[in-house]
C-alpha cells in the first residue's frame, strides 16, 4: 500500500513546474473519446483530473490551444501544479475547515488551490484535506460521460413490476415513524425503534433475529435488526440489503434529541420498503434485510454483522451487498445519487448505472471508489461486493455549499426538512430495487408471448 502523496512523488508529478490550465465540461463525452483525449493531455506533457462532469486540463503553453479546441471551458484556471491544488474530502456531512474558493465541488470532495502549508490539514472529526494526485479520476458522471445512455437497456416487464411496487409515500411515512423515536445509541427511543423494526419485519413473514453487540470501548449494548427470506431455489447465495437505524448529535455526547430523519431513518426506510417489495414477489435467492445500530460511533453494527457471517462460513454466500444512508435530500435542481465502493470493486457500479437509466432515469449518477465512512466498509474490507447508495447534496459548508443539508446530526434533521424526499428517495429506490430484482434472481416469464 503506497499513500497518495508517495504516489505522486514517485510519479514525478507534484514537483512538476507551473503550467497554465483550465477547466472543460464533459457534456456526453463517451469514455473511448474521453480516454483518447488525457492520453493526448499526458503525451502532450500535461495531466489532468476528472471530477463529476468537469475535466481540469493542464498542459504546456504552446500545447494548450489546441487541447481546447472544441471543448467548452467554464473556467481559466491560470498556472498552476498539482501541489498548489487540495482535495477536501467530506468524510461525513458537516464541513468545519476552513471556506477556500472551490474549483469544483461535487460533495463529497472539494477542488480548492491551498497553500501547501495547510497541508495536512484535518478538521476534527469530519474532514480532511488530501494532496492531489493528477491524471486520476476524483469522481465520474456516468451521464456526463455518456455511460447511462449507452447503457440503457429496454425495460424487462418482472423488473419493472418489483419497480412500480415501490410505495414512496409508505416509504416516508415509515421514515416518519422511525424520525419519532429518539434513536441516538444513548437516547430512550432506540428500542423502541428496534421494536418496530422487528414487528415490520415479522409481519412480512420474514424470519427476523437480533444480533447484539457492544459500542466499542463503552458497556452501551444496541442490537441490530436482521430479517431472512430463504431463497426459492438457490438458498446458498444471498443478496444483503442495509442501513443504520441508529441517529447521533453533532456531538456525541449531546442529550438532545436525535430523530435522524435523513440519516437515516431514510435508508432504514428503505431497507423496509425492499422487504415490503420483495414480499410481494419472492426471489430465487436468499435476501437479507438488516437495520444496523452502533453506525454513528464507528460502524459497530456493520462491523458485528460481517465478522459474524465470517465466523459462520456465510460471507461466501454473499453476492452483494447494497447499503442505503441518506437517501432522501435533494437540496438543488437535480436528482444526484453518488454510488461508493472500492476502486477493486467497481465492476458494481454498472448495473447501477444501467438500472437508472432504465428505471430511474430522473437521477444523475456520480461514482467514487474512495469508500468511506458507512456499512459499506466492513463488506468492502471483507472482500464482498458492497455499494453505498447515498444522494449526493448531503453534504453542507455555510459558504462552499449552502445547499446541502444543514440538518445533518442536529435536532432539525425532521421528515419535514427533507426537501424533494419522494423524488429523490424514490428514484434511489427504484435503481435499487432493479438492481436487487436482478441479484435475486426472479422465476423466468412463462410463455409470455404464447408460443414459446
Ligand atoms: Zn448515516
Known amino acids: 500500500m503506497i499513500s497518495p ?36 493531455v499526458e503525451a502532450d506533457g500535461g495531466w489532468w483530473l476528472e471530477m463529476e462532469n468537469r475535466l481540469l486540463v493542464a498542459a504546456p503553453p504552446a500545447r494548450l490551444p489546441d487541447l481546447l479546441a472544441g471543448e467548452r471551458v467554464v473556467a481559466d484556471l491560470g498556472w498552476i501544479r498539482p501541489d498548489d491544488l487540495a482535495l477536501q474530502t467530506r468524510a461525513c456531512g458537516v464541513d468545519e475547515g476552513p471556506a ?22 484535518k478538521a476534527p472529526d469530519v474532514s480532511e484535506w488530501r494532496p492531489v494526485v493528477p491524471n486520476r479520476a476524483i469522481t465520474k458522471d456516468l451521464r456526463a460521460r455518456g455511460l447511462l445512455h ?20 409508505r416509504w416516508f411515512d415509515t ?7 429518539d434513536r441516538s445509541s444513548y437516547g430512550s427511543g432506540i428500542d423502541q425503534a428496534r421494536d418496530w423494526l ?24 444496541v442490537e441490530n435488526v436482521i430479517a431472512r427470506r430463504t431463497g426459492s431455489v438457490y438458498p446458498d447465495e444471498w443478496v444483503i440489503v442495509g442501513g ?74 454473499v453476492d452483494l451487498a447494497v447499503i442505503m444512508d441518506m437517501i432522501g435530500y435533494s437540496g438543488d435542481a437535480d436528482l444526484d445519487v453518488l454510488l461508493e465502493t472500492s476502486s477493486s470493486l467497481s465492476t458494481v457500479f454498472t448495473p447501477f448505472a444501467t438500472a437508472a437509466a432504465t428505471y430511474a432515469p430522473e437521477l444523475r449518477v456520480i461514482t467514487d471508489t474512495s469508500a ?10 471483507l472482500g464482498v461486493p458492497s455499494l453505498l447508495t447515498i444522494e449526493n ?60
Not at 502523496?5 to 514537483?15: D, K, V, Y
Not at 447503457?151 to 409515500?169: G, Y
Not at 445500530?293 to 458485528?304: D, F, I
Not at 468511506?372 to 474490507?381: E, G, K, T, V
Open 372 to 381: 468511506c465512512c458507512s456499512d459499506h466498509m466492513p463488506f468492502i474490507n
Open 100 to 121: 477556500l474558493p472551490a474549483i469544483a465541488d461535487t460533495g463529497r470532495f472539494a477542488l480548492v488551490r491551498t497553500p501547501a502549508t495547510l497541508l495536512p490539514y
Open 244 to 317: 443504520h437505524y441508529d441517529s447521533r448529535q453533532q456531538s456525541i455526547n449531546d442529550p438532545s434529541q436525535s430523530p435522524g430523519a435523513e440519516d437515516n431513518a431514510s435508508g432504514c426506510a428503505g431497507v423496509v420498503e425492499a422487504a415490503r417489495v420483495f414480499s410481494q414477489f419472492p426471489p430465487q435467492r436468499t435476501m437479507v434485510f438488516v437495520c444496523f445500530a452502533g453506525e454513528e460511533q464507528g460502524l459497530y453494527g456493520g462491523s458485528a454483522y460481517a465478522q459474524s457471517l465470517q465466523s459462520s462460513g456465510d460471507l461466501a454466500k
Open 198 to 221: 422487528i414487528g415490520e419485519f415479522g409481519a412480512l413473514g420474514l424470519q427476523v433475529s437480533t444480533q447484539t453487540f457492544l459500542i466499542g470501548g463503552t458497556a452501551t449494548q
Open 175 to 181: 421514515l416518519s415513524t422511525l424520525a419519532s423515536y
Open 393 to 452: 447534496d448531503y453534504s453542507y459548508h455555510a459558504t462552499m455549499r449552502p445547499e446541502g443539508y444543514q440538518h445533518y446530526h442536529k435536532t432539525t434533521d425532521l421528515p419535514a426538512n427533507i426537501t424533494r424526499a419522494q423524488q429523490m428517495g424514490g428514484g434511489i429506490l427504484k435503481m435499487n430495487i432493479a438492481v436487487l430484482t436482478d441479484a435475486a434472481g426472479f422465476e423466468p416469464p412463462v410463455l409470455r408471448d404464447g408460443f414459446e
Open 150 to 169: 449507452m447503457a440503457k437497456a429496454a425495460p424487462d416487464p418482472d423488473v419493472q413490476q418489483r419497480v412500480d411496487a415501490i410505495d414512496t409515500q
Open 5 to 40: 502523496l508517495a504516489l505522486g512523488l514517485q510519479m514525478g508529478l507534484t514537483t512538476a513546474l507551473p503550467m497554465p490550465a483550465a477547466l472543460i465540461a464533459l457534456d456526453h463525452h463517451p469514455q473511448f473519446e474521453l480516454d483518447r483525449y488525457t492520453r493526448q
